[in-house]
């Protein structure tokens, strides 16, 4: 079992940034990847961006080069930052962790961006 925890989550003006962290109960590098994906309102979930226990990272299309997913395996731990933010950004994020066969999500924390 693996249990994340999430936080940063906000309300930010257009073109601003936040960063999100996501703290897990077990070691990182015991996990296949981590990564974060969204969900708006009536939209399906969507994957944001992820890292394996290699580092190798990918993210989403519309998040290219202004988000960027790292992490601190000393803290257990990884972040999103997110930079100029746009409305269409606004969703709930989740932290999501794959170990195994198994997939594990956070709680979810809401990320608005006001235009």
């Known amino acids: 079992q693996v249990q994340l925890v999430e936080s940063g989550g906000g309300l930010v003006q257009a073109g601003g940034s936040l960063r999100l962290s996501c703290a897990a109960s077990k070691s990182i590098i015991s996990i296949n990847s981590m990564g974060w994906y969204r969900q708006a309102p009536g939209n399906q979930r969507e994957m944001v961006a992820t890292i394996s226990n290699g580092g190798d990272r990918n993210y989403g299309d519309s998040v290219k080069g202004r988000f960027t997913i790292s992490r601190d395996i000393t803290k257990n731990t990884v972040y999103l930052q997110m930079n100029s933010l746009k409305p269409d950004d606004t969703a709930v994020y989740y932290c999501?962790?794959?170990?195994?066969?198994?997939?594990?999500w956070g709680q979810g924390t809401q990320v608005t961006v006001s235009s």
């Open positions: 999501n962790a794959k170990r195994g066969m198994t997939s594990y």
